[in-house]
C-alpha cells in the first residue's frame, strides 16, 4: 500500500510540475497575456507578500521569470546613463546578479516614462535586453555577456518602450520610435542581424509633417493563420504583417494615425482571424481580417471607430472577447472585436499602463495605484472577484509576471513576490 501512495504522490507531483510555465517575456509564454498557471486572488502589502527587494529607480517595464529567476531592467541614475538587467532568485528574491551599460550622455524622456522601461526576453539560457541608444544585449543567466549590438542613436522626447520578443533561436525588435525606426529580427546566439524593414516615416523623429507627435511604442506579437506565421507590430501609422523568416511585408492596413497624430502603445491582439487593435493619445480602434496581401486597408479592414480612450496597457483575449484597459479615463471594459461593439465598460481604481493578464480562469487589472482587481472573463458584466492594493502611495505602471503560483509585480520603488 505504501508504494502505491508514494507512485500517487510522485505522479501528483510531476503533473503540478508538468502545469507550471514560465514568463519569459513581455505579456507571458506566448506573446498575449495568458499562462496556464493559476494565480493567488488577494493579497494587499502584507498578506500573502513573499518577499519584496527594493528597487534603485523607478521604471515601467515588467519583470520576467525564467528558470527560477526574475529579470527586470533598472535605471541605477536620475539621467538614464546607466542601465541594468537585474536577476532575482525567485524564491528567496536575493539578488544573483546585475549587468550595467553606461551611456556618456543624457537621452530625452518624458517624466512619465523613466529610464529603462522595457521588458527583457529570455529563451533557454539566454536573455535578450534592449536599452535603446545604449544597445541590445544577450547575456546568459548567470549574467555573463554573450553579445552587444548598437543599433545606433534613439532620440525622442518621450523617450523609449518597445521590448524585445524571443520565438525560438531568433529575437524581435521593433526599433522606435527615434530617426531610424525599423522592425529587425537578430540570431539569438549570435546577435547577427537575419534582416530588417525600414518604416517609412515624414517628420522628424518627434512630430509628423503635419506638426502633430509621432512614434510606436507598440512591442510586436507572433502569430500564425492559414499555415503562414507572421509578425504583426502596431506602427505609427499602421499595422504591418511580415513574414517571420526574411521580413518581407505580407500585409498592412491603414488607419492607426488620427488627428491628434501618429501614435502607438499598445500591442495588437489576435481573436480567431481578427487583429484588433487600438491607437495611441485616444486614437482609434479597429480591426482587420487575417488572410491578406499587400493594402488590405479597404479589403480587410472590418471596422474602425474613432476617439477610443488612451491605450497604454494591452489588452487580453477570452473566449473572442477583448478585454481592455484604460489608461485616460481609467476604465476597464469589454469589446466584441467582429463588431466593435462594447459589451461593457466600468471605472477601475485608477488608470491602466500596465497590460490585462489571464491565469488560470481569472483576468487580472493593475492600475497606476497599485491596485489590482482580479475578475472573471464575462462578456455581460465586470464580474469582479477582488481589489488587492500593494502600496497606500504607490505607483505602478509595469504588466505582472505569473509563473508557479506566484505574481512578481513591479511598482516605482519595489519588485514583490506574492502567492501562498
Not at 163 to 175: A, E, T
Not at 192 to 217: F, H, L, M, R, V
Request: charged share 20%.
Amino acid at each position: 500500500m505504501s508504494r502505491i501512495v508514494l507512485i500517487v504522490v510522485l505522479c501528483f507531483s510531476l503533473n503540478n510540475m508538468a502545469k507550471s510555465e514560465d514568463w519569459p517575456g513581455f505579456r507571458g509564454p506566448r506573446h498575449n497575456g495568458v499562462t496556464k498557471d493559476s494565480a493567488p486572488t488577494q493579497w494587499n502589502g502584507d498578506e500573502n507578500i513573499l518577499w519584496k527587494r527594493p528597487l534603485p529607480r523607478p521604471g515601467n517595464g515588467s519583470p520576467i521569470v525564467i528558470d527560477g529567476k526574475v529579470l527586470l531592467n533598472s535605471a541605477e541614475d536620475a539621467d538614464g546613463k546607466k542601465r541594468s538587467l537585474i536577476c532575482f532568485d525567485a524564491q528567496s528574491g536575493k539578488q544573483l546578479w546585475k549587468q550595467t551599460v553606461t551611456l556618456s550622455k543624457k537621452m530625452p524622456t518624458h517624466k512619465t516614462n523613466p529610464y529603462c522601461g522595457t521588458t527583457p526576453a529570455a529563451q533557454g539560457n539566454r536573455v535578450v535586453v534592449w536599452h535603446a541608444t545604449a544597445g541590445l544585449h544577450c547575456y546568459d543567466l548567470k549574467g555573463h555577456k554573450v553579445w552587444s549590438r548598437d543599433l545606433g542613436e534613439y532620440r525622442h522626447m518621450w523617450g523609449y518602450g518597445t521590448s524585445p520578443m524571443i520565438d525560438g533561436d531568433r529575437v524581435y525588435l521593433n526599433s522606435g520610435p527615434g530617426k531610424k525606426v525599423m522592425v529587425a529580427c537578430f540570431d539569438l546566439e549570435t546577435g547577427k542581424t537575419i534582416w530588417e524593414q525600414i518604416e517609412p516615416q515624414d517628420g522628424t523623429p518627434d512630430k509628423n509633417a503635419a506638426g502633430k507627435y509621432k512614434g510606436s511604442w507598440s512591442t510586436p506579437i507572433i502569430t500564425t493563420y492559414l499555415d503562414t506565421k507572421q509578425l504583426i507590430s502596431v506602427m505609427p501609422t499602421r499595422v504591418v504583417s511580415y513574414d517571420v523568416d526574411n521580413g518581407n511585408i505580407l500585409w498592412y492596413c491603414d488607419g492607426v494615425n488620427h488627428e491628434r497624430g501618429d501614435l502607438s502603445y499598445s500591442s495588437a491582439v489576435i481573436a480567431g482571424n481578427i487583429c484588433y487593435v487600438t491607437g495611441g493619445y485616444k486614437g482609434p480602434s479597429l480591426a482587420i481580417q487575417l488572410g491578406g496581401k499587400g493594402d488590405v486597408t479597404k479589403t480587410k479592414r472590418i471596422w474602425r471607430v474613432e476617439n477610443q480612450p488612451q491605450s497604454i496597457g494591452s489588452a487580453v483575449v477570452v473566449d473572442g472577447f477583448v478585454y481592455r484597459p484604460n489608461a485616460g479615463p481609467g476604465i476597464l471594459d469589454c469589446i466584441d472585436p467582429q463588431t466593435g461593439k462594447v459589451m461593457w465598460k466600468e471605472r477601475g481604481t485608477g488608470n491602466y499602463w500596465a497590460s490585462i493578464v489571464k491565469a488560470g480562469d481569472y483576468l487580472y487589472a493593475t492600475a497606476q495605484d497599485t491596485t489590482t482587481i482580479v475578475f472573471k472573463p464575462n462578456p455581460d458584466r465586470l464580474e469582479e472577484i477582488s481589489r488587492n492594493q500593494l502600496e497606500v502611495k504607490g505607483t505602478c505602471n509595469a504588466t505582472p509576471a505569473i509563473s508557479d503560483g506566484k505574481i512578481y509585480l513591479r511598482t516605482f520603488t519595489h519588485l514583490y513576490a506574492i502567492g501562498k
